[in-house]
């Protein structure tokens, strides 16, 4: 009937509570209470008082003496104590019945919070789910107001189409004045070609001019000299005649 104990923080020694019973004491002594009836532990119990008048009874009738009347006053006492101890099991099984159903309500009581349990993690995640979906579609919304923004800070479509015609009539005469200039080009090319061929034509004419020139400069020198010489020779042999 004692005995729980415990050390004291930084002392190290152990200090005992005193309890009047125990956990498994209770338990046998509220379970022979409800057999004996005895709602305290003073008193002889309903259980013995009633077994004593029993065993009275029994007593007085086996005994050979007339003693009927002794007999008739130990049972109507035994039939008395029967009565006075039958009304508080009649007490103890409507709590026991009541006990019963109210085990039974708590456990469909159990039955339907576990259910609301289950029902509520569903929700849970069932609003979870829709909390990332919602999520998604802030986002989306978030994402095309920004493009809607963006979008408005653009110039009209009207001028748009314009600066796009513009700039493709721009492109065309580009084009044009590409493939003009890309014409020209080729003419000057061919110009050009034509130039220097005739240009190394003159240049062959000059050389062939210039060599002709000086043949005929070293020829008419070489008559000059043979013309000379035949002279000087003339001249010699008119001397010797003489």
């Known amino acids: 009937m004692l005995a729980k104990g415990r050390k004291l923080a930084g002392r190290g020694e152990e200090m005992s509570a005193h309890y009047a ?5 209770d338990d046998v002594i509220i379970k022979h209470r409800l057999l004996t009836r005895t709602t305290t532990t003073r008193g002889e119990p309903p259980l013995k008082k009633l077994q004593k008048k029993f ?4 007593t007085e009738i086996e005994k050979d003496a007339d003693n009927i009347s002794d007999c008739e006053r130990l049972c109507k006492a035994f039939l008395q104590e029967i009565s006075t101890f039958e009304l508080p099991l ?3 099984k409507a709590v026991v019945d009541a006990n019963i159903r109210e085990k039974d309500s708590f456990n469909e ?5 576990e259910q ?5 993690q569903t929700d849970i995640e069932d609003l979870k789910k829709q909390l990332v979906q919602s999520k998604i579609e802030r986002q989306h919304k ?10 408005s800070l653009q110039p009209p479509r009207s001028e748009t189409e314009k600066l796009i015609a513009d700039l493709e009539k721009e492109i065309a005469d580009l084009e044009a004045e ?13 110009q050009f070609a034509l130039l220097l061929h005739v240009v190394e034509e003159l240049q062959i004419s000059i050389e062939d001019e210039q060599k002709s020139i000086a043949d005929e400069l070293r020829a008419i020198t070489e008559e000059h000299k043979m013309s000379i010489e035949e002279g000087s020779g003339g001249a010699s042999d008119a ?3 003489d």
């Open 109 to 113: 009581l159990q039955v339907e919070i």
């Open 116 to 120: 609301q349990i289950l029902q509520a």
């Open 55 to 58: 065993m009275s009874f029994a």
């Open 239 to 241: 001397m010797a005649v």
């Open 178 to 190: 590409n493939v003009a200039c890309v014409r020209t080009l080729e003419l000057r090319k061919k």
């Open 21 to 25: 019973f125990g956990p498994q004491e």
């Open 90 to 92: 009649m007490k103890s």
């Open 142 to 151: 978030e994402e095309c107001e920004a493009i809607r923004r963006l979008i």
